[in-house]
């Protein structure tokens, strides 16, 4: 007879919220293992200018800039990185004069997601859980206008830590690399990558 525990542990090990008693991070923030970067740019390329627009502490920003990127970063909480003023991304209307890249909170990847196509000069990439790519709602709001050009799988899981400390990593969630590119006319690419 399964128990609300056992089922609690399901949901966490297939990724879904479940009715776990342990407590989200305060505005989503689970920061991004750099590494997803260099795995990123080995498959896209990216105008010069960027946005990091939840930047957090700079995990993605950094290496970015390590890249030689010129990177503007911006979160809606400052944690010691970035522009000191918060930004609310969904409430910009300005253009940006370059592409998005970012691992929004995923409490709000659709609006995120939606806001970057308006905002961004050509391209997107957000790093998001796989199962973004489900559920009706994301599909009329967004995949049915809006389809990305590429999905990037990571082999094995890419880590995230909750509130960016190492030792809340989570291996129970699989990431993967969303690209829209507005200039792309054809059917969206699912590739692999070998981390291993």
């Avoid at 590494?35 to 740019?41: E, F, K, N, P, R």
């Avoid at 950094?62 to 003023?85: A, C, M, P, Q, W």
Wanted: charged share 25%; proline share 4%.
């Amino acid at each position: 007879m399964e128990t609300q525990k056992d089922s609690r542990n399901m949901m966490v090990t297939i990724g879904g919220k479940g009715t776990g008693n342990e407590k989200r991070e305060q505005y989503d923030y689970y920061a991004t293992d750099p590494i997803a970067v260099d795995y990123l740019l080995k498959y896209e390329t990216f105008d010069n200018n960027i946005w990091e627009c939840a930047c957090g502490e700079g995990n993605i920003s950094k290496r970015l800039e390590h890249y030689g990127y010129n990177v503007r970063s911006t979160d809606l909480i400052y944690r010691g990185f970035g522009e000191e003023k918060p930004v609310n991304f969904l409430m910009e209307t300005k253009q940006f004069d370059g592409d998005i890249i970012t691992n929004p909170p995923y409490s709000h990847s659709l609006e995120f997601v939606n806001q970057a196509l308006k905002l961004s000069k050509r391209k997107v990439a957000m790093f998001l859980k796989l199962q973004f790519i489900e559920t009706q709602k994301r599909y009329k709001h967004l995949f049915s206008k809006n389809p990305p050009s590429a999905i990037y799988i990571f082999v094995k899981r890419i880590k995230c830590f909750k509130n960016n400390e190492p030792s809340s990593y989570l291996s129970a969630v699989c990431y993967c690399w969303f690209i829209w590119d507005k200039e792309y006319n054809g059917e969206p690419v699912i590739r692999w990558i070998d981390n291993l």
